[in-house]
């Protein structure tokens, strides 16, 4: 199975910050990774697919890049609502799908 | 637009099973998996299994094999995930998700239902 470790697993930003969080995989992944966002008490909600993709919806200040086993995802400029958790999962190798360990982003 | 809306909560003895209900609405529910992800307190999202609708296939995680079992009732557009032999690690929040039917990022989840595995 590939592994997805995420880094940093928390940090602490202020509205306005740029934001980066960055997700490995065990092997190379071809740019099959998608990235959520998860509120409390709520589902997560995909953000990103194929890596740098944006869904349908989603504010343009959220950009996803990266290549083989490197990915990261950006937030340009942190709102109040961006305040949450993010997951990235490897879709490559399936199954099983697979999920890094999360990043949750706090205020400073 | 999508629809995955889960059976409500249940509170469970270790040792019993516990089936889980997802009606899905607004697509055509033959044509695209669903999985069944699970997420414990302070742990990682974790996949369990999926099943192909149209076809009935299913493919469950190393992990869970033996003890889950997920079936679908195409007439009532539900799928079921059964987990047997609960324990209290098997206390989390468990998501019924759609994935493309090629590339299984998610792109639609249900809003989860919480399983409580206490004595």
């Known amino acids: 199975d590939i592994q997805m470790t995420q880094s940093p697993s928390s940090l602490s930003a202020s509205v306005g910050d740029r934001v980066t969080i960055t997700c490995r995989a065990s092997?190379?992944?071809?740019?099959?990774l998608a990235w959520y966002q998860q509120q409390p008490g709520k589902a997560p909600k995909l953000l990103v697919f194929?890596?740098?993709r944006l869904e349908s919806g989603v504010p343009s200040r959220f950009s996803g890049s990266g290549s083989e086993t490197d990915y990261t995802l950006t937030i340009s400029s942190l709102q109040p609502e961006d305040f949450a958790t993010y997951y990235c999962?490897?879709?490559?190798?399936?199954?099983?799908?697979?999920f890094g360990g999360g990043t949750k982003v706090e205020v400073k | 637009q999508v629809q995955l809306v889960q059976s409500g909560a249940e509170v469970k003895k270790p040792g019993a099973s516990v089936k889980v209900s997802c009606k899905a609405s607004g697509y055509t529910f033959n044509t695209y998996p669903l999985h069944w992800v699970r997420q414990a307190p302070g742990q990682r999202l974790e996949w369990m299994g999926w099943?192909?609708?149209?076809?009935?296939?299913?493919k469950y995680s190393q992990k869970f094999q033996g003890r889950v079992l997920i079936t679908r009732d195409t007439s009532a557009t539900i799928v079921y995930m059964e987990l047997s032999g609960l324990r209290s690690e098997d206390t989390a929040i468990y998501f019924c998700?759609?994935?493309?039917?090629?590339?299984?990022?998610?792109?639609?989840w249900g809003q989860g239902t919480l399983v409580t595995v206490s004595s």
């Open positions: 099943i192909h609708p149209g076809f009935g296939s299913t």
């Open positions: 092997q190379g992944i071809n740019n099959a």
């Open positions: 999962q490897q879709y490559y190798n399936t199954p099983p799908l697979t």
């Open positions: 998700v759609r994935s493309g039917s090629l590339l299984y990022y998610i792109d639609s």
């Open positions: 194929a890596a740098s």
